[in-house]
C-alpha cells in the first residue's frame, strides 16, 4: 500500500433493525463520544450545543461510527462541566432546548446512528431542589436521608465525620451553616462540594432514578453511559480509609482522575462495593420493558477486568468502559496481555469487551504516548510541568495503537478529534482553566481542560469553524489549522483518513464481532494476531520487522519496502 485511501461508508438512512440476542447493536458498535460544550456552537456564545451537534451529524455517518454518546447537556449550573446535574429532565439553556434534543435524536436516528446518553447518578449539583429541599429541612429528615449528612466529630463537630478525600483534592466533605448562622452539619460529596453523593440506601432515591431512566427511554434515547458507576453504594457506617499512594508513571500508573480499584486494594470502602450490583439489576429490567436493545454503559474504574466484568453479567449493564487498556503503557507484553485478559474476563460473562483510548477525563493518546517512561503525568499536563511530549512519536504510537484497538472484537468508544489526531492542549493559561480539579488543588493538578478544547473544523475562519462569533469556551491553539476537518478531508494520509479507512474495512470485514487468536513467531516486540480474515501485526519494538505474506489492507504509517517500521501497525489480508 502506497498511500491511505479514504472510502465512504454506505449510507444507510435508517436505524439498522435490532439485533437478536447474541447479535445486538452493542456488542460490536464504535462509538463516538460528543463532547457537548466543545463539539460545535451555532449560537455563537462560545460553547458548543445539541443545534451545533445536529448540524454536524453527517461528519459521524461520514467518519463511519455507529453511535454517538453525548456527554451531560441536562440543566446544570457547570461546575464541573454539566456532570452537576440540576435537573434530570431537562435541557440546560446553553445547550438548547428540549426541543433541540427530540431534533438531534431524530436527525441522528435517521442517519443510522445511535445516541446514548449521560446519567449521572452518584451525585446532584448542590442547586438541585433535592439538595436544597435537604438543606432547608431538619437533621435526620427524611429530605436529609437522601444525601449523606452527618455530625462532623470533635467537641463541637468541627472536624469532618471521616477522612474521605474528593477526588478533585481536599476533603470530601462540607460543613453547611443552620438557618441561625450556626454551624450545621456536614454533607459527603466524592467530588467537587457542589457535587453533593446521593444515598442508594434510600429506596426513593432508587424509584427518582426510575423515572429518569423512563423518561429519556420514551424520548427515544439507545441507551445511558452510567457516571461513577463504582461510587454509587458506600459501605456501610463510612468506616476511615487511607489509600495507597499511587505511582505516576506511564508504566503502571494511573492516567486518571479517579483511583481504580484493584484486587491490591480491596479495603476501599467508596468504590466498588458489592450494593452497586443490585440497581444495575434493577435498571436493566427498566431497559428491557423498551425495544431496540437499549444499552447501559458503566463508567467504573474498577481492575483487573475479571472485576470489572461483574457489571457486565447478565442481568447488569451491557458494556463497561475498559480503563485498564486505557491505562496501558506502549509495551508488547503489557498490550498482550490487557487484550488477553479483557476477552477472558468479558467473555467469560458473555458481555462484549469495550476498547477506550481516550476521553474527557485522561490526557488524549497522542500526547500520553509522546510521554517517556517515568512522566508523572496522572493529572493532566500544563505549562510549568517539567517535560513535554514527543509530539511526533506520540502520534505515530497513537495512530498504531487505534489501528489495534479497530481490529480487536467488541466495542470501541472515540473522542471527538481524537480522529484528526488532536493532541492535549498543554498551553492554556491559568486564568482560562475550567475544571475543578485546577481550583481544588490550588493550581498543583493541572485536571482536565487541555482535553476538551473546542475542536476545529476548518483551517480558517472565526475559532476554526466551532462558532461563527469566533468564540470558544477555552482557547483554541494555532496548531488547530494543520489539524482541522477540512483540510484533513484532503489529505490521504491524514489521521482523518486513516480512521476513516479503519472504521469502513473494520465494518466490512465485521471485525467487531470476530474472534482473536493470537499468532506467533513474530518476536516478542510484536503483537500479532489475526481476526477474521485480517492479520494484525504491531510493532512495538526498535527494528522494523519483515511483513508476512498477503494484501496490506491498511497501515497506520507508510511501510518500508516489505518491512513493518517500529511504532507502526498493519492489517494484512489473505
Ligand atoms: C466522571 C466524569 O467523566 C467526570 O468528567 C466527572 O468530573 C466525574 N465523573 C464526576 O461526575
Request: hydrophobic share 35%; charged share 25%.
Amino acid at each position: 500500500m502506497t498511500e491511505i485511501q479514504t472510502r465512504a461508508r454506505t449510507a444507510e438512512g435508517l436505524l439498522p433493525a435490532s439485533g437478536s440476542t447474541g447479535h445486538e447493536w452493542w456488542r460490536t458498535a464504535v462509538i463516538y463520544q460528543v463532547y457537548p460544550r466543545s463539539f460545535a456552537d451555532s449560537n455563537g456564545d462560545g460553547v458548543g450545543d445539541l443545534p451545533g451537534i445536529t448540524a454536524h451529524l453527517p461528519a459521524l455517518q461520514e467518519l463511519g461510527v455507529d453511535a454517538v454518546w453525548l456527554s451531560p447537556f441536562m440543566t446544570s449550573p457547570q461546575r464541573d462541566a454539566g456532570y452537576d446535574v440540576a435537573d434530570y429532565c431537562d435541557v440546560d439553556p446553553l445547550f438548547g432546548t428540549l426541543d433541540d434534543f427530540d431534533r438531534m435524536l431524530e436527525a441522528a436516528h435517521a442517519l443510522g446512528l445511535r445516541v446514548i446518553v449521560d446519567l449521572v447518578p452518584n451525585h446532584t449539583s448542590s442547586d438541585h431542589r433535592w439538595f436544597q429541599e435537604a438543606l432547608a429541612s431538619a437533621e435526620g429528615s427524611e429530605a436529609r436521608s437522601h444525601y449523606w449528612f452527618r455530625d462532623g466529630k470533635g467537641e463541637n463537630g468541627e472536624l469532618p465525620p471521616n477522612n474521605w478525600e474528593s477526588v478533585f483534592g481536599g476533603p470530601a466533605w462540607t460543613r453547611t451553616t443552620n438557618a441561625d448562622g450556626t454551624p450545621g452539619q456536614w454533607y459527603l460529596h466524592l467530588f467537587d462540594s457542589s457535587q453533593p453523593d446521593l444515598n442508594w440506601e434510600s429506596p426513593w432515591v432508587w424509584e427518582q432514578f426510575r423515572g429518569i431512566l423512563r423518561f429519556w427511554l420514551d424520548r427515544g434515547v439507545d441507551g445511558f453511559r452510567i457516571d461513577v458507576a463504582h461510587g454509587m453504594v458506600k459501605a456501610k457506617g463510612l468506616p476511615d480509609y487511607t489509600p495507597e499512594q499511587r505511582g505516576g508513571s506511564l508504566s503502571g500508573a494511573s492516567v486518571t482522575l479517579e483511583p481504580d480499584i484493584s484486587d491490591e486494594e480491596p479495603g476501599s470502602p467508596m468504590w466498588a462495593q458489592e450494593g452497586g450490583h443490585d440497581i444495575f439489576r434493577d435498571w436493566h429490567k427498566v431497559l428491557a420493558e423498551y425495544d431496540g436493545d437499549r444499552a447501559l454503559c458503566g463508567e467504573a474504574w474498577v481492575s483487573p477486568p475479571a472485576k470489572l466484568a461483574r457489571y457486565v453479567r447478565s442481568d447488569e449493564m451491557q458494556q463497561t468502559f475498559n480503563f485498564t487498556y486505557l491505562e496501558t503503557p506502549w509495551n508488547p507484553d503489557a498490550l498482550r496481555d490487557v487484550i488477553a485478559e479483557s476477552l477472558a474476563a468479558f467473555n467469560g460473562v458473555g458481555a462484549p469487551s469495550t476498547w477506550v483510548l481516550s476521553n474527557h477525563d485522561v490526557i488524549r493518546h497522542p500526547t500520553r504516548f509522546g510521554l517517556m517512561d517515568g512522566s508523572p503525568q496522572g493529572h493532566g499536563i500544563g505549562p510549568k510541568t517539567p517535560y513535554r511530549p514527543n509530539k511526533a512519536l506520540g502520534l505515530q504510537r497513537a495512530r498504531a495503537a487505534t489501528t489495534v484497538m479497530l481490529a480487536l472484537p467488541g466495542s470501541a468508544y472515540l473522542y471527538q478529534g481524537e480522529e484528526l489526531g488532536l493532541p492535549e492542549v498543554i498551553d492554556l493559561p491559568d486564568s482560562a482553566r475550567q475544571d475543578p480539579t485546577w481550583f481544588r488543588t490550588g493550581g498543583e493538578r493541572y485536571g482536565r481542560d487541555g482535553c476538551r478544547v473546542p475542536i476545529p473544523w476548518t483551517a480558517s475562519g472565526p475559532s476554526y469553524g466551532f462558532s461563527d462569533s469566533g468564540k470558544s469556551w477555552l482557547p483554541q491553539p494555532s496548531e488547530w489549522a494543520t489539524m482541522a476537518r477540512d483540510v484533513e478531508s484532503d489529505e490521504p494520509d491524514s489521521t482523518l483518513s486513516l480512521y476513516k479507512l479503519l472504521l469502513a474495512e473494520r465494518e466490512e470485514r465485521s471485525l467487531g464481532g470476530g474472534t482473536l487468536e493470537w499468532l506467533e513467531g513474530y518476536g516478542d516486540d510484536v503483537v500479532a494476531f489475526r481476526n477474521g480474515d485480517v492479520t494484525v501485526l504491531a510493532n512495538l519494538g526498535r527494528a522494523s520487522v519483515p511483513l508476512p505474506a498477503g494484501e496490506v489492507v491498511l497501515s497506520s504509517e507508510q511501510l518500508d519496502g516489505d518491512e513493518l517500521p517500529t511504532d507502526t501497525a498493519v492489517w494484512i489480508s489473505d
